[in-house]
């Protein structure tokens, strides 16, 4: 063999089929460890629930999503990775979710009248409960992605408390 040939048994076509088959199982292996990430129990406490109403928990993993004003035709925030709604009474509530390892930020709503929006009085404060998974009480705006996000990692316990 001179200058790299292929040997005479092997035709190009046979080396192409197997490039091919070789590409083919890489992708599949790639995208089966993407499928099968392990997943982490956070167990969500929420309190100070001053009025029944339906709560609405967000869980957001990209900055560029929070931060932007996206919203569907009923006025719904969009953009969020995983989404809870569930009516609840007056005190306090707990709810346990699956995720896999990353940065969250956890949003959630107390709406009382039942529209799925977080509804502002005339000068734009809220008039709904709501909450971040800070620890910071954070006044007049919405946090940034950075301020109100939490490391998960390993199986956690959250305590939110409704403004």
């Known amino acids: 063999m001179v200058g790299g040939s292929n040997p005479p048994w092997v035709t190009k076509k046979q080396l192409m089929y197997k490039f ?5 199982i890489l992708l599949n292996f790639k995208l089966s460890a993407q499928n099968n990430q392990e ?9 100070n629930i001053e009025s029944n109403g339906n709560l609405i928990i967000a869980v957001w993993s990209n900055p560029d999503s929070w931060n932007s004003n996206a919203t569907n ?3 719904q925030k969009e953009g969020f990775d995983y989404g809870y709604k569930e009516w ?3 005190d306090k509530f707990s709810t346990t979710i699956n995720l896999p390892k990353g940065i969250y930020l956890i949003s959630i709503l107390l709406d009382k009248n039942q529209n799925n929006i977080l509804d502002k009085n005339f000068i ?3 008039v709904e409960q709501y909450g971040f998974s800070t620890e ?3 006044r007049f705006r919405k946090p940034k992605f950075s301020e109100g996000s939490i490391k998960f990692y390993k ?3 959250l305590d939110i408390e409704l403004q």
Do not use: A, H, T
Request: glycine share 6%; hydrophobic share 50%.
């Open 20 to 24: 091919f088959l070789l590409i083919i």
């Open 124 to 126: 734009g404060m809220p």
């Open 39 to 47: 997943l982490f129990e956070l167990q969500i406490n929420v309190s």
């Open 136 to 138: 910071k009480k954070i």
């Open 73 to 75: 035709s009923s006025g």
């Open 155 to 157: 199986k956690r316990v």
């Open 88 to 90: 609840v009474e007056k």
